[in-house]
């Protein structure tokens, strides 16, 4: 649990990726702009994100409503990272946008 | 992409997880076991997992209505794994339940 979660309904974002080893130049960067632009953005409340060993990232982006998750995806630099993203970085990816009905959650006494 | 996904709406079931490192007697077994249980439950469509180099999890599993989800929860062997999960495995999870509402993926041309 990386962030506190407001209470549902909120939306997520389950984005499940693999990059394309071929020429991955200019990712790092662009990356790491898109999660700093991204955490700025209305609406952005936090994310979950694990990377395997074979470079096969999962992650789920939390957000306050779709009006948001939408402006996100319009915003003009993302729409130009998404557009490399497709041209040279990714083999693939699938990406789902849901609404969060009920969260529950359990944490060890120590 | 592990799985073939219908056209939304279905279900997902996002789980944010870390084991407990001190006492993982049993776990192996009781995973793999539930996993095949819950493959086998009515409405049960796939999932996407990773875990990342420090024992925490994110898994998705995809339902295709609520009433599958509710049901594999109320499932007796599941029951008893969830008690043991709390008590011996797990050192913290939180898990949501979000309808998803659109979906699109990218895969590069070979």
């Known amino acids: 649990m990386s962030f506190t979660r ?3 309904p909120y939306y997520a974002v389950i984005i499940s990726s693999a990059l394309d080893a071929a020429d991955l ?8 702009r898109m999660a700093t632009l991204g955490r700025a953005q209305p609406g952005y409340l936090g994310r979950e994100s694990r990377t395997d060993g074979n470079g096969r990232e999962l992650t789920v982006l939390y957000y306050r409503d779709a009006e948001s998750i939408e402006a996100w995806k319009q915003h003009p630099e993302h729409l130009e990272a998404q557009r490399r993203g497709r041209e040279q970085w990714y083999a693939d990816y699938h990406i789902e946008v849901a609404k969060v009905e009920r969260a529950y959650g359990f944490r060890r006494q120590k």
Not at 25 to 32: Q, S
């Open 25 to 32: 130049d200019g990712y790092a960067a662009m990356d790491e």
């Open 6 to 8: 407001p209470e549902p």
